[in-house]
């Protein structure tokens, strides 16, 4: 989990990221209302695609809703496309949301961002 913590000691976001059997997924992010719309939600999204990046992922992956700004709009900007999902991990994801009903609130998508590789001189097994 990277989270973004003020010089106040107030927590303004976090996101939180699985990695299971070779894959790493975007599972939450959440910025609090009164810390929205200042850039907090792309910099902890830029954060997990960089802790993915140097832990060598070739993508990360995340579900979210298409319909809603500040999913999977928000999330395109920050280069995740739409894609099928193929792993059984993946549509393992879209039972669990099915079960829950949580597409009673709009439709789901599944979306990656594919990361470059690290370059030679950045050490993949460091931390953020």
Known sequence: MLVVELDDGNVAG???VIEFNGICHLEQLSVAPQHA????GRTLVEAAKHHARN?????ISL???VDIPWNAPFYATAGFIEEEPTTSFHRSL???EAELGV????????MVAPLAAPRPWEDPSAGM
Do not use: K, M, S
């Not at 597409?103 to 599944?110: I, K, L, P, Q």
């Open 103 to 110: 597409d009673r609130y709009g439709r789901r998508v599944h």
């Open 94 to 96: 879209i039972a669990i």
């Open 37 to 40: 719309r200042q850039g907090w």
């Open 14 to 16: 976090f996101v939180h």
């Open 63 to 65: 579900r979210t809703y």
């Open 55 to 59: 832990r060598v992922y070739l993508q």
